[in-house]
């Protein structure tokens, strides 16, 4: 399958001669401004961007540093095309995360050879990432099922409470709910993240994790401290990882699902949106799964139940605005629970 290339300059010979030259190999797409180019990026994403760097309204810098503020266009490799040898603006550009620059008038050979470098190079990076990935997962998910083997009572509520999550985020972002903090998650990862929430539980004495009835007052504040325990299990890996998303989207979803809206949650007592938006969502996804599963020492509750007990207690427990896109998803969260 041909690699698409967007060639970006006001200049109709420079557009023209860099077709000649790549239509064989790729699918080029010549584009005589930058703003035309955020428009076709809206319905198609290149392998690569030919960007020429002086162009009226917005030039190859600016059109550079917007293209990296969007987490869906940020990782396209982008090659200036100049007529400039100035090294400040070569600097400048490396700084801004350009990965090359071809010198107008250029040669087809020097042209081809680069692309197809740049090419090769992030498809190498590509494999890479979905390699670290895969054994990512791999090593969330051992973790998580000891931790849902030592707890008999939640079979299979890592995968429901993650797929629930990925419900509620996809529908929150399609609907600009606290936008400003979704945005630029990656979703994939936040998802994965997840499934970690409960690991502060591989602490908890059988005793207590296994008990067929309801907890004294100190048994529930032993089982009180998995959340705060999990912080430090997630915090150790991370203080062996350089700042990773994964893990941060981890440690706050272990230490914060059991906050409250009003505040009388554990283990630290944050109310409202000082709760971290990852704790704000599984606190209504856990208790979601947790009343419509059977446990040792109670009946599963009906779907209506659940949700009406969920809904009374938006403004109390749970965020309001969360909860709120939860009820119009109550219908596929069954499906789920179904499976």
Avoid: C
Avoid at 264 to 282: D, H, S, T
Avoid at 298 to 307: G, I, L, R, S, Y
Avoid at 308 to 327: E, H, L, R, S
């Amino acid at each position: 399958m041909q690699k698409t290339i967007f060639v970006v300059d006001d200049n109709d010979t420079n557009l023209s001669a860099a077709n000649d030259v790549l239509q064989e190999q790729y699918r080029v797409m010549t584009l005589p401004s930058a703003s035309k180019m955020f428009k076709l990026l809206e319905k198609i994403t290149p392998d690569m961007i030919l960007l020429d760097i002086e162009m009226p309204e917005m030039d190859g810098f600016d059109a550079l540093r917007k293209l990296k503020t969007n987490s869906l266009h940020a990782n396209i490799p982008v090659i200036f095309l100049t007529g400039m040898t100035d090294a400040a603006v070569e600097v400048r550009g490396f700084q801004l995360g350009v990965v090359d620059f071809i010198t107008k008038p250029f040669s087809a050979p020097v042209l081809l050879n680069r692309i197809k470098t740049h090419l090769h190079i992030d498809e190498i990076i590509r494999e890479r990432t979905a390699q670290i990935q895969r054994l990512k997962n791999a090593i969330v998910f051992s973790f998580a099922d000891i931790v849902e083997k030592r707890d008999h009572e939640t079979g299979g509520h890592v995968e429901r409470t993650s797929e629930y999550i990925e419900i509620l985020v996809n529908a929150m972002i399609e609907r600009g709910v606290y936008s400003s903090d979704l945005s630029n998650m990656d979703l994939e990862s936040l998802v994965s993240s997840a499934r970690l929430h409960d690991i502060g539980k591989i602490t908890i004495p059988d005793s207590i994790l296994n008990k067929p009835g309801k907890l004294n007052d100190d048994e529930f504040k032993t089982m009180k401290t998995h959340s705060a325990v999990g912080v430090e299990i997630i915090s150790q890996m991370a203080s062996r990882a350089d700042d990773d998303e994964f893990l941060r989207n981890a440690k706050l979803f272990a230490g914060f699902h059991h906050e409250r809206w009003d505040g009388n949650g554990y283990p630290y007592g944050l109310k409202e949106i000082k709760i971290p938006i990852q704790g704000r969502i599984m606190a209504i996804v856990d208790v979601y799964d947790a009343l419509i599963s059977e446990r040792p020492y109670k009946k599963p509750f009906t779907a209506d139940e659940t949700v009406k007990i969920i809904m009374d207690n938006a403004g109390k427990q749970f965020d309001p605005i969360i909860a709120d896109v939860f009820y119009e998803l109550k219908d596929r969260f069954q499906v789920v629970n179904h499976k």
